[in-house]
Nanobody
């Protein structure tokens, strides 16, 4: 099995910064992609940022220039540095890891989510 644990959420004023971290552990041969999603009540989960095994990154338009995703492949961790936060960034943030386990590719595992609240 694979465990995914997030940390780093909290309450911050608009314009402030937070850093989210996520660690994956367990029966993992390699991690393919690592992603951060967010979700607010009544809305679908939104993909925020992706980092591939080669280090390529992609962001949803609303966070470009403000958020930075990074990973430490040796430690199976991914972080999301969030700067210039806005009230509309308020959400539960979820870490997602796409892994290879032996001959099985592409399994997805989720963390439990961490709340980010940005006050105006």
């Amino acid at each position: 099995q694979v465990q995914v644990v997030e940390s780093g959420g909290g309450l911050v004023q608009a314009g402030g910064s937070l850093r989210l971290s996520c660690a994956a552990s367990g029966s993992i041969s390699s991690i393919i992609n690592m992603r951060w999603y967010r979700q607010t009540p009544g809305k679908q989960r939104e993909l925020v940022a992706t980092i591939t095994s080669s280090g390529s990154t992609d962001y949803t338009d609303s966070v470009k220039g403000r958020f930075t995703i990074s990973r430490d492949s040796a430690k199976n961790t991914v972080s999301l540095q969030m700067n210039s936060l806005k009230p509309e960034d308020t959400a539960v943030y979820f870490c997602n890891v796409e892994v290879r386990r032996g001959l099985v590719w592409g399994e997805n595992y989720w963390g439990q989510g961490t709340q980010v609240t940005v006050s105006s």
